[in-house]
């Protein structure tokens, strides 16, 4: 039912916070070496922000969709940042189209995840290859899309799911060969050639960690 389906929400969202805090000064010495060094500290605010949001709207009987804009939202205000406006558009995106169904299938997970990396491609402006955390959520959404229409049990959609976290977490890596154009580790040029950009990274360990299967 949909109370089921917002406790997996907050579930995931917890699992994040957990493996996010753990990776948190990891995330800032990689945000420091062209960026501010904030965003370890950011993403904690954030995603703490997010898992009680999700718990109190759970808690309350709200839907999963209601229940990640909640979180989105929570989390816009309580990290701050690029990456704190970002996340919160892309959840509170992806909440309003997932809606409060009580038992959405793949196909409505996989379009609720299109509408929150269209968010976040609308509102940053950023391309793949400007070194953003985009150069990790396209081929994420994009691997969910190429095997949407595969089989629809439960166990199907996680592997779909934890092909596409894999694929994220690749791309994040492979931002260390690239030079940053955007936000402020543009104006520090080739500063960030051999280190990977920080949001990138973090998103990659946010949708590794929702389906539980990566230890804090
Ligand atoms: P801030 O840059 O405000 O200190 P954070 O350090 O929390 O915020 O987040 C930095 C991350 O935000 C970058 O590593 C990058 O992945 C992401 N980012 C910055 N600008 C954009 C943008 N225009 N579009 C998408 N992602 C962006
Ligand atoms: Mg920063
Ligand atoms: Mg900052």
Redesign the pocket.
């Known amino acids: 039912g949909s109370r089921a389906a917002a406790g997996r929400v907050f579930e995931g969202v917890a699992a994040a916070r957990d493996v996010v805090l753990a990776a948190a000064d990891r995330l800032g010495e990689v945000?420091a070496v062209a960026?501010?060094g904030?965003?370890g500290i950011?993403?904690s605010r954030g995603l703490r922000a997010a898992a009680d949001a999700a718990a109190e709207a759970a808690g309350a009987g709200a839907g999963a969709g209601t229940t990640l804009v909640r979180s989105g939202e929570a989390w816009a205000e309580g990290?701050g940042?690029?990456?704190?406006a970002?996340w919160g558009a892309a959840l509170t995106a992806a909440g309003s189209a997932l809606g409060d169904d009580a038992a959405p299938g793949s196909t409505e997970v996989v379009r609720a995840v299109r509408a929150g990396v269209d968010a976040?491609l609308r509102l940053?402006?950023?391309r793949p290859g400007d070194k953003?955390?985009?150069d990790a959520l396209v081929p994420f959404v994009e691997t969910l899309e190429a095997g949407a229409g595969g089989g629809d049990g439960t166990d199907d959609a996680l592997d779909r799911w934890r092909s596409a976290a894999r694929a994220a977490a690749d791309a994040a890596a492979a931002t260390a060969g690239t030079s940053a154009s955007?936000?402020?580790?543009r104006t520090h040029g080739d500063r960030s050639v051999g280190t990977p950009?920080?949001?990138?990274l973090s998103f990659g360990l946010v949708v590794r960690a929702v389906t539980g299967d990566l230890a804090p």
């Open positions: 945000d960026g501010d904030d965003h950011g993403m990290a940042g690029t990456s704190g970002l976040v940053g402006g950023a953003t955390m985009v955007l936000g402020r580790a950009d920080a949001g990138a």
